[in-house]
């Protein structure tokens, strides 16, 4: 299990990485609305402690509040993991989200190191934390945004490492647009 993971944070790591040479005209430089590679999305993710512990974990929802983005929390499961763990019943489009106690984390924007946001045709674009939380907040995108981008409340997928939250990306599912 702790390979598992392992894993997965070394793929999360990766994937920052191919997002950092994404559109830039420099080495290691992400301008905002660069194109952004698909995240990797795991069979499941972590199970929800307080704190967080090292991992992946789904926010189906995020608000801002006092300029802090809030993410809800859950447990979300996909393909035969979701069916193996919640039954084909609650499992729509390859995906389900466990029944759990409400949860949320709370954090600075300026705290995240990757973010990435995808629109009504599946594309996915970096962002900062700060724009995330001007679109989430109702803001109209920054004028590097594509003439065709409008902010759509897709779910996220949240890395945590060291405690902390650091990634946040936004997930197309089936069935959300």
Same mark, same amino acid.
């Given at each position: 299990?702790?390979? *598992?993971?392992l894993? $997965?944070?070394a793929?999360?790591?990766? %994937?920052f990485?191919?997002? /950092? ?5 420099s %080495? ?5 609305y660069?194109? %952004?590679?698909?995240p990797?999305?795991p069979? $499941?993710t972590a199970?929800?402690? *307080?704190?967080?512990?090292?991992g992946q974990?789904? /926010?189906? /929802? ?6 802090? &983005?809030?993410?809800? #929390? ?6 035969p993991t979701?069916?193996?763990?919640l039954?084909?019943? %609650?499992?729509t489009?390859?995906m389900?989200?466990?029944?759990? #106690?409400?949860?949320?984390?709370t @954090?600075?924007?300026?705290? @995240?190191?990757?973010?990435s946001? !995808?629109?009504t045709?599946?594309?996915n674009?970096? !962002?900062?934390?700060?724009e &995330?939380?001007g ?7 920054s004028s590097?945004a ?10 996220? #997928?949240?890395t !945590? @490492?060291?405690?902390a939250v650091v990634?946040?990306h936004q997930i197309? !599912?089936e069935? *959300?647009?």
């Amino acid at each position: 299990m702790r390979t *598992s993971r392992l894993c $997965r944070l070394a793929g999360v790591a990766l %994937a920052f990485v191919a997002l /950092s040479a994404c559109g830039s005209d420099s %080495a290691g430089v992400v301008h905002l609305y660069d194109p %952004a590679p698909v995240p990797a999305v795991p069979d $499941r993710t972590a199970d929800i402690t *307080s704190p967080l512990h090292d991992g992946q974990f789904w /926010s189906p /929802s995020v608000a801002v509040k006092d300029g802090q &983005l809030v993410f809800a #929390l859950g447990q979300a499961f996909f393909g035969p993991t979701c069916t193996t763990e919640l039954g084909a019943a %609650a499992c729509t489009g390859d995906m389900g989200v466990a029944d759990t #106690l409400p949860a949320t984390v709370t @954090l600075d924007p300026t705290g @995240l190191a990757s973010v990435s946001v !995808v629109d009504t045709q599946h594309r996915n674009y970096a !962002v900062t934390g700060a724009e &995330l939380a001007g679109l989430v907040g109702g803001a109209a995108p920054s004028s590097p945004a594509p003439a065709t981008y409008a902010y759509h409340p897709y779910p996220f #997928l949240l890395t !945590v @490492l060291a405690g902390a939250v650091v990634e946040a990306h936004q997930i197309w !599912v089936e069935g *959300s647009s």
